[in-house]
């Protein structure tokens, strides 16, 4: 199993990135898919969700408006486009595919946002 994300870099506030993770190893299709993403010394955040299917998508309030998920299960990949991007978004970004047995994680991507 693997997820392999990509895209991370760092950007003048105001800007947009698009993240990638490539999944491999499992069933894409059946697993919902999340981003999460932490601060050293913070707490993980959950910041976006998708279903299996691709039909239902949920965000943390901080990121509304202003990050989109998406998928193609066709491709086994998962996207995270970001928008308007604030200081306050600078983490590491990580994928995470999740079913009712298993809970798989990629190694993430770092996201900095400074002038």
């Known amino acids: 199993v693997q997820l392999v994300e990509s895209g991370g870099a760092l950007v003048q506030p105001g800007g947009s990135l698009r993240l990638s993770c490539a999944a491999s190893?499992?069933?894409?299709?059946?697993?919902?898919m999340n981003w999460h993403r932490q601060v050293p010394g913070k707490e993980r955040e959950l910041v976006a969700t998708?279903?299996?299917?691709?039909?239902?998508?949920t965000y943390a309030d901080s990121v509304k408006g202003r990050f989109t998920v998406s998928r193609d299960n066709a491709k086994n990949m998962v996207y995270l486009q970001m928008n308007s991007l604030k200081p306050e978004d600078t983490a590491v970004y990580y994928c995470n595919a999740r079913n009712a047995y298993f809970d798989y994680w990629g190694r993430g991507t770092q996201v900095t946002v400074s002038s």
């Open positions: 190893g499992f069933t894409f299709s059946r697993y919902v």
């Open positions: 998708i279903s299996s299917a691709g039909g239902s998508t």
